[in-house]
């Protein structure tokens, strides 16, 4: 007689899962503890660290003064903004101070700023700030004492620190170095530079001068975990999911009076100046401190939302960068990515059938199946921004001499001056060893036509400066309107062909007769890339014979707009002029930045990133002859007089006679194809567009506003905005109906079935092959796709997420496969899926329910798990299922026994032979 299944299995299941009674209080222990950590875990939030409680509410922008003590008392620094910092230039200026010693050096009275890291609340220690990497240069030229920009603290036998607190362990060179310790606490080596800055990459100012009047400012750059890993300002702080800011800094002021740290004066020490660091306890001690507060980096929208690609024009990157955070928090939610890619690759990804949303200054080509919408949402501009100090002729009157080391803020340009300095045309922009520019002056400072334009720099001289502007080395729409700007004046237009700038019918006989670089003679324009065409190398035959330098050494390209405007703004040319035979290869290596106070760098920029980094913005002579700046009504003038166009799209007018408009104004424009868009991705797109028409056009710092350097849109370019939003929310997945033609065969021809990258934003390629797509985007980012059937390019959007731009190939400068059509293949990497971000990111939360799961259910489960069974197979049974081949479960085949695979805790019934025992 059979015996129930029931009563066969009830021991075997049970007797492995037996518990003593120590283990199961263990789990219910554990239980326990998990249900009390998952609330802990799922609210834990930043904690009060010293930054963070100083960066109390208030105002956006947040100038900050602070006052001095003892001897300073009478000192006071006003920082111009504290708050929602990114890696940029903040001004800081003071007053109540006393000038500095000597015009030409730093002997006493000077200030020295430093940023730094520090969780307490009364500010940073000196092992937490950035300083000491500008000694690589000396100091000030040998301008200043030998240790005032060093992390030296021993000084010798006749200068000792009041404070008499124990120096650090010596190097075995005898130095005491004040150690730096990073924000990490990783390892660092000692001295005045380390693993984690130098002098190329530091921000501190180790010398500002303070004038006749007590009075100073200096352009300051906070530095992000970005620039500066070290500090680790902005990162995420531990245990914030969502951090409402990243982590806080410090920025730091040491003023620089008449007494060492001996409470000698200045005057008694031998080389007459001041000697000592300012991290010498006597120094630090008159320290004041400022907090700061940045924007977070990472991660700072919700988890698991929707992804939702951008690409396109370097023109739109700060005003999208800064609508990132709060569009992800309104509306739908999405976050939406942003790669900055040339405006080809833009136009090209509108039509390639998975379009997303692009930026773009000029639309594409009529496609006669898309059809495009486009939208205004940023009013901007090119500019030339400058950082340039007065530096003083040996010669120059004493008034000229006085404001040496002092900002200019004033540069006016006409197209011929710029088509000078985007030629090689002066010396110092190309070779002064060049027999083409042999003839030339050397720099602006040295051109008359300069010179009548910008009286004020009357007495200057800037020796190996000032001969050429940073550019960026993409191709892009705005370096082709640059040039036609400048192509489109007669008297630029006659120099670029060769007449000398004293001669022909704009020449004026009191210029230098400075003539093009004759490798640009006749240069055909518009293009929309600098050429660097000048093939001359400077030789070093007894050094280095096989290595000249030549101009892309000299004089490179800078990676885009924004490299420009940041490299300028340290007065850094990016030149590689210094020979480094102990190189593997042996090569040029990078120039460090020029010395605080003969700063003089020029950079072709946009206006919203030459504003970021503090640049001041060059005027412009328009078409009305008039010099004028890019301020936000000289945007708008010129927008005003744009030409109207097809598709909703305006272009330049060089020849508008308004003589309030900037020249080099930028409208850029979001693009995309609505019938191409899914349903979720149209309303998405629409509701970036409506929040761009909207809060997107406030002028601000913080996340969500527009970034200063942009102009307001006119109310007419808003509404044309809004209805393009409701447009691509209202058509987004609709297909227009093709017309029937008679014609087509009704079964695919050979090679029709075509070939489209996997993942989203692939493009369709007629008559491809259905081969893998790969390529290698502008940027130097690998892509790849593997072939779908019929062309038809994957749903979804091209996204990038905030963090990891997607790669996009297919355009201009970009390599990839083909199909067989010939075609090129356009692509874009895939979006990460939303469950996998979400489940990364709560694995823990779900690593703790599981556990108290087990913990509580795991006594519970042999007791109820073949009951369940028997209940399922009784109601199996009755239901009229398949009976249970030789003697096994009912949910398994018939053959279970044959393949079954026994384990330490695997539960079997009783072999066959047994039955009936």
């Known amino acids: 007689m059979r015996t129930p299944f029931r009563s066969r299995v009830r021991t075997p299941f049970r007797t492995p899962f037996r518990t003593p009674f120590r283990t199961r209080r263990i789990r219910l222990l554990f239980g326990s503890l998990c249900l009390v950590l998952l609330p802990v875990v799922a609210t834990s939030g930043p904690a009060g660290l010293g930054p963070q409680a100083a960066y109390a509410a208030g105002g956006e922008g947040s100038e900050v003064t602070v006052s001095g003590t003892g001897d300073f008392a009478d000192l006071k620094v006003t920082v111009g903004q504290t708050r929602n910092l990114v890696g940029q230039v903040v001004k800081i200026s003071w007053t109540g101070g006393k000038p500095t010693v000597s015009d030409t050096a730093y002997s006493a009275n000077y200030l020295q700023i430093m940023q730094c890291w520090g969780d307490e609340a009364t500010g940073p220690a000196v092992d937490q700030c950035q300083f000491g990497a500008s000694s690589a240069l000396g100091s000030a030229g040998n301008q200043a004492g ?6 030296q603290l021993n000084y010798g036998a006749n200068l000792q620190d009041a404070e008499h607190e124990p120096l650090p362990p010596p190097t075995p060179s005898g130095i005491s170095f004040a150690p730096f310790r990073t924000v990490g606490g990783d390892p660092v080596s000692p001295g005045n530079w380390n693993e984690f800055y130098d002098v190329n990459s530091t921000n501190e100012v180790p010398y500002a001068r303070t004038n006749a009047r007590g009075a100073g400012e200096v352009w300051f750059e906070t530095q992000t975990a970005v620039e500066a890993p070290g500090l680790g300002c902005g990162s995420a702080i531990p245990g914030a999911q969502v951090p409402a800011t990243g982590r806080g800094c410090w920025l730091v002021i040491v003023p620089r009076g008449e007494k060492e740290v001996d409470g000698s004066p200045y005057t008694a020490q031998s080389s007459g100046q001041l000697q000592s660091s300012p991290l010498s306890p006597a120094n630090w001690k008159q320290r004041i401190v400022v907090p700061l507060g940045f924007e977070p980096l990472g991660s700072y929208c919700p988890i698991g939302a929707e992804e939702r690609g951008t690409i396109g024009s370097e023109m739109a990157a700060e005003a999208v960068t800064r609508w990132q955070p709060a569009l992800c928090r309104t509306g739908g939610k999405a976050i939406y990515g942003y790669a ?4 080809e690759t833009a136009r090209v990804k509108l039509l390639s059938g998975a379009p997303g949303l692009v930026f773009l200054g000029r639309p594409a080509a009529a496609d006669p199946v898309r059809k495009p919408v486009y939208a205004p949402v940023a009013l901007s501009g090119i ?13 120059a009157p004493d008034e000229v001499k006085a404001r040496n080391g002092t900002r200019l803020g004033s540069l006016r340009l006409t197209p011929r001056l710029v088509a000078k300095l985007l030629t090689e045309s002066y010396q110092d922009g190309n070779s002064r060893f060049a027999e083409s520019t042999a003839k030339n002056p050397a720099n602006l400072g040295r051109d008359p036509e300069f010179m009548r334009h910008n009286p004020t720099y009357a007495g200057l001289d800037f020796g190996g400066k000032l001969g050429d502007a940073l550019v960026p080395q993409p191709l892009a729409d705005t370096t ?17 062909d060769g007449r000398p700038d004293n001669t022909g019918a704009h020449g004026d006989a009191a210029y230098a007769g400075m003539a093009v670089n004759p490798n640009y003679r006749g240069l055909v324009l518009p293009v929309d890339t600098f050429p660097k065409s000048d093939p001359y190398c400077q030789p070093f035959p007894e050094e280095h014979p096989n290595n000249p330098l030549c101009i892309q050494d000299k004089h490179p390209y800078a990676t885009d707009m924004h490299a420009a405007a940041r490299a300028a703004s340290r007065g850094d040319t990016l030149a590689r002029t210094s020979w480094d035979a102990t190189a593997t290869p ?9 010395l605080a106070g003969s700063r003089a760098v020029l950079a072709v920029t946009d206006t919203a990133t030459a504003d970021r980094y503090g640049l001041v913005r060059a005027e412009l002579l328009n078409a009305a002859g008039t010099f004028v700046a890019p301020e936000p009504a000289a945007l708008i003038a010129a927008a005003n007089a744009r030409k109207a166009g097809t598709d909703g799209v305006s272009s330049p007018d060089p020849a508008a006679a308004d003589p309030a408009a900037y020249p080099l104004t930028v409208l850029t424009y979001a693009a995309t194809v609505p019938a191409d868009l899914t349903q979720a991705e149209g309303k998405d797109y629409g509701a970036l567009l409506a929040y761009a028409a909207a809060q997107g056009q406030t002028p601000g710092v913080s996340a969500g506003s527009l970034p200063h350097g942009y102009a307001p849109l006119p109310e007419a370019l808003r509404a044309q905005t809004r209805a393009a939003a409701q447009r691509v929310s209202a058509e987004a997945g609709k297909k227009p109906t093709p017309a029937p033609d008679p014609s087509a065969p009704t079964a695919p021809a050979p090679g029709a079935v075509g070939g489209t990258p996997s993942g989203t934003g692939g493009a369709a390629v007629p008559g491809g092959s259905g081969s893998a797509g790969t390529g290698t985007s502008a940027s130097g980012a690998s892509t790849a796709g593997g072939g779908a059937a019929g062309g038809a390019a994957a749903p979804g959007p091209a996204a990038a997420s905030p963090s990891t731009p997607a790669g996009i190939t297919g355009a201009a ?7 067989t059509s010939g075609a090129p293949v356009a692509q874009a990497a895939g ?14 939360l779900i690593c703790l329910v599981v556990g108290a799961l087990a913990a509580f259910a ?4 042999p007791r109820c798990l073949p009951g369940a069974l028997l209940r399922l197979r009784s109601l199996r049974g009755a239901a009229g299922g398949a009976p249970v081949a030789s003697g096994g479960p009912a949910d398994l085949p018939a053959d279970w026994a044959t393949h079954k695979k026994t384990g330490p805790r695997d539960w079997t019934p009783p072999d066959q032979d047994d039955e009936g025992r």
């Open 813 to 819: 400068g970009a390599t990839g496969t083909t199909g």
């Open 146 to 151: 030998a240790y005032t920009n060093t992390r």
């Open 586 to 594: 042996p090569a040029y290596k990078k120039d460090p930045p020029q």
């Open 831 to 844: 979006t990460t899926p939303d469950w996998g971000v979400g489940a990364i990111r709560n694995v823990l």
């Open 340 to 343: 900055q890619v040339p405006d």
């Open 858 to 861: 795991g006594p519970v489960l």
């Open 383 to 395: 500019t030339i921004g400058f950082f340039i100090e007065s530096q003083a002729g040996f010669q």
């Open 480 to 496: 082709r309107q640059l040039w036609e700007w400048v192509s489109r004046d007669p008297a630029a237009r006659e120099f670029l």
